[in-house]
């Protein structure tokens, strides 16, 4: 199984990234899949949750209206839209399947990490 996350970068305070999450060796359309973040020296947090149709997605507080989940399932991928972008918004950030019943935004519930990509905001 592997996740492969990329389009991290470097972006002023304001501008837009996309995410990318490739996803090979499971069935993707059977999960729901999770964008965490992990700034230096925190804890990794939830950002955003989408079901495995994509008819249903959750955001952390602090990025919604902001930043926009979806999934390609034709093509494995899960994006993550971030726009309005803030230097808070610095981190490493994370794709992950949801392999329990657990709660959506605990990163106990999800496994099969992938490398993470590095998103730096200036100010």
């Known amino acids: 199984v592997q996740l492969q996350a990329s389009g991290g970068g470097l972006v002023q305070a304001g501008g837009s990234l996309r995410l990318s999450c490739v996803v090979s060796g499971l069935n993707f359309d059977d999960y729901a899949i999770g964008w965490f973040r992990q700034a230096p020296g925190k804890e990794r947090e939830f950002v955003a949750h989408?079901?495995?149709?994509?008819?249903?997605?959750v955001y952390a507080d602090s990025v919604k209206g902001r930043f926009t989940i979806s999934r390609d399932n034709a093509k494995n991928t899960v994006y993550l839209q971030m726009n309005s972008l803030k230097p808070e918004d610095t981190a490493v950030y994370y794709c992950?399947?949801?392999?329990?019943?657990?709660?959506?935004?605990?990163?106990?519930?999800?496994?099969?990490w992938g490398q993470g990509t590095l998103v730096t905001v200036s100010s």
């Open positions: 992950a399947f949801k392999v329990s019943s657990g709660s959506y935004n605990s990163k106990t519930s999800y496994a099969y």
């Open positions: 989408i079901t495995w149709s994509g008819d249903t997605t």
